[in-house]
């Protein structure tokens, strides 16, 4: 049900949920599942810590996770011994944990496994291009809470979107939420003509604005946090985007907006989705009084999956909750794992 929307297609991916308890262990064991069904080699990567029957944070149960043998994984010294699965320990990385040294290791026996792993956004895709090197023909990142940016497009070729009622007790505002998500995911990307020159401004790593013939104005500012109306002092009537490498936040927006009206001609730009900040409804206002906002890199979103259940005890019904979604967002297949429908 997910495979057939990555196989043959990309070899990174990530699940990112966007809460705890949205169904991002059930759609990773479920890929896990498929893959073994069609005989991938499957490599495994944590951002944050899964696979404890017991939720640390939320003391909720949580799916745990099963592998077969063959499967490569990131885990650290501390929660190996947790695992009943027997791992072959083929590296001890230099990178450590609160948990331990991260160390990746191929499944010899097959058991529950709980996993954890980098950080930082280089040491992912290291770990992720050094498990292909080993043989794995799917990179699985299975994200951690708030930490979007393992969909990042310098990381992985394509992301799953995990949702569900935890977000709300209303359906609508579920709804509402998943959809920001994914039409910042979906943004479009600058002109192809322009991007090489875009490209070397955004590895200065600098805040600056670019005119119609392509110069590049950096501004002198180490954030755009609450340095809005700087931007937006400095905007000419040539100007053409303002390069934001950083996060994006409302602040910022605001500041732009009230230094005058340039702003409607020029595109905002950021890396991708996951560096923007902004509450659906804060983002519909900026976007009717026409800001602009383009990305480096647009992110590939294959599929969405839908848990219909919270753990405070409340539910929607799965049908609604996923003919309601699939209405809203046409372009994406959306689907409930559980419930098993295509």
């Not at 017991?54 to 885990?75: C, F, M, N």
């Not at 230099?94 to 950080?119: A, F, H």
């Not at 498990?131 to 951690?144: N, P």
Request: hydrophobic residues 40%; proline residues 4%; negative net charge.
């Amino acid at each position: 049900m997910l495979l057939k929307h990555i196989q043959n297609k990309y070899k990174i991916i990530s699940i990112v949920g966007m809460a705890k308890n949205s169904g991002k262990t059930v759609a990773l064991n479920h890929l896990i599942q498929e893959s073994l069904d069609e005989g991938i080699r499957l490599g495994i990567i944590s951002t944050g810590r899964d696979g404890e029957s017991l939720d640390l944070v939320t003391e909720t149960e949580k799916p745990k996770i099963y592998v077969e043998e063959g499967v490569l994984i990131a885990t650290t010294t501390e929660l190996l011994p947790l695992s009943d699965a027997t791992v072959e320990i083929i590296d001890i990385t230099d990178y450590t944990t609160p948990l331990g040294e991260i160390l990746i290791g191929r499944i010899k026996d097959s058991g529950y496994i709980q996993i954890s792993g980098p950080q930082t956004v280089s040491e992912i895709r290291e770990m992720a291009n050094f498990m292909v090197s080993l043989g794995a023909e799917l990179v699985v990142i299975d994200g951690a809470i708030d930490r979007k940016s393992s969909a990042a497009p310098s990381i992985t070729d394509a992301t799953i979107l995990s949702t569900g009622a935890v977000l709300s007790r209303d359906i609508n505002r579920v709804i509402e939420e998943t959809l920001h998500i994914v039409n910042l995911f979906s943004l479009s990307p600058v002109d192809s003509k322009d991007r090489p020159l875009l490209e070397r401004a955004f590895a200065k790593g600098e805040i600056g604005i670019v005119d119609e013939d392509l110069n590049f104005h950096p501004l002198g500012i180490k954030t755009a946090l609450n340095c809005g109306h700087i931007i937006g002092e400095h905007l000419r009537e040539d100007s053409k985007y303002i390069l934001i490498p950083g996060s994006l936040v409302k602040s910022t927006m605001e500041g732009i907006m009230e230094a005058g009206s340039r702003y409607k001609r020029v595109a905002l730009v950021v890396a991708d989705g996951t560096k923007i900040f902004i509450e659906p409804k804060d983002w519909l206002r900026f976007t009717k009084y026409g800001l602009k906002v383009r990305v480096m890199n647009p992110i590939k979103l294959v599929a969405i999956t839908l848990n219909p259940y919270a753990p405070q005890g409340y539910y929607f019904d799965p049908r609604e909750l996923l003919e309601k979604m699939r209405y809203y967002i046409k372009d994406i297949p959306v689907v409930d794992l559980v419930l098993g429908s295509e």
